[in-house]
């Protein structure tokens, strides 16, 4: 048994955006968002439901999964493999841009629903060294929760480090199958929820088409040049910087030992700027 990288945009668009199997995106909620009794989500509409590319190998253009519930309230569930710069604004201009998209310009403030962002981090982003983070706009001195129709979470992948074996509620459960599931040959036993054993069931490889694995596949490779393109961008910026601190010290009448401790530089690279110098 071989599961798929939950983590890979069609992948998880197939996963938590399937219209067959909302229950899937139902657990998820409730267990993240920590919803029980007559809170508890039963019934959810899948907005931008998942569709294969329409050419093999392009780029979908969206990579989240969004849902209303019963009551209105709108979701926004969302991966990112990398940090990317704005992405705190970005991720607040997207929720509000929901938020304020639900009127036209005759209607009433009252018919607004809340947004509920839940962004699954694949680094870590915030301070805190819990998982998962919830945010809420708050009275800064009385704590009192008044504007409640924008809400945040997050789960920070690499901050969770617990084996199957340790796994207790349905939502390390959940951020478990996430990270792990690509690594695991069977599904775990005492999963205890139906969605999750829906989710793990559609994760199998061998239950997907070849047009589906064809265009996984290519996402995996496009991911994996996007990375090593923003490795090279900073490491070409890392190395710009430790030339321009080389080149000072060389003005400053150091000797190449010292600039090798300050730079990490070759002495055949500071005896090239010495050169340049010259």
């Given amino acids: 048994m071989k599961f798929v990288d939950i983590k890979n945009d069609i992948a998880f668009r197939k996963i938590f955006?399937?219209?067959?199997?909302?229950?899937?995106?139902?657990?998820?909620?409730?267990?993240?968002?920590?919803?029980?009794?007559?809170?508890?989500?039963?019934?959810?509409?899948i907005l931008n439901p998942y569709?294969?590319?329409?050419?093999?190998?392009?780029?979908?253009?969206?990579?989240?999964?969004?849902a209303r519930d019963k009551a209105g309230n709108f979701y926004i569930v969302e991966m990112q493999v990398t940090d990317r710069k704005g992405l705190d604004k970005r991720i607040v201009?997207?929720?509000?841009?929901?938020?304020?998209?639900?009127?036209d310009s005759a209607e009433e403030y009252y018919k607004l629903k809340p947004v509920i962002f839940i962004g699954i981090l694949n680094f870590e982003y915030l301070e805190s060294p819990n998982y998962l983070s919830r945010h809420l706009i708050l009275d800064a001195e009385t704590k009192e929760h008044k504007l409640k129709d924008l809400e945040f979470s997050f789960i920070e992948l690499p901050k969770f480090n617990k084996t199957q074996q340790e796994l207790k509620t349905l939502v390390e459960k959940w951020i478990f199958f996430i990270k792990n599931a690509e690594s695991l040959d069977?599904?775990?036993?005492?999963?205890?929820?139906?969605?999750?054993?829906?989710?793990?069931?559609?994760a199998e490889r061998h239950t997907w088409t070849k047009k589906?694995?064809?265009?996984?596949?290519?996402?995996?490779?496009?991911?994996?040049?996007?990375?090593?393109?923003?490795?090279f961008v900073e490491e070409k910026g890392a190395m710009r910087k430790q030339i321009e601190i080389a080149k000072k010290a060389i003005k400053k009448g150091f000797d190449n030992?010292?600039?090798?401790?300050?730079?990490?530089?070759?002495?055949?690279?500071?005896?090239?700027?010495r050169n340049e110098k010259n």
């Fill in 17 to 45: 955006g399937n219209e067959a199997k909302t229950e899937i995106l139902i657990s998820f909620l409730n267990a993240v968002l920590k919803l029980e009794g007559n809170k508890e989500i039963d019934w959810i509409e």
């Fill in 186 to 202: 069977i599904i775990p036993k005492n999963l205890d929820d139906k969605g999750l054993e829906i989710a793990y069931q559609q």
């Fill in 93 to 103: 201009y997207y929720s509000a841009k929901g938020y304020a998209s639900q009127l």
């Fill in 51 to 66: 569709q294969l590319p329409r050419m093999a190998g392009s780029k979908t253009t969206i990579l989240d999964v969004r």
């Fill in 257 to 273: 030992e010292t600039i090798i401790d300050l730079t990490d530089l070759t002495i055949e690279q500071i005896e090239k700027l």
């Fill in 212 to 231: 589906e694995l064809e265009d996984y596949e290519y996402a995996c490779m496009r991911e994996g040049d996007e990375i090593a393109r923003e490795l």
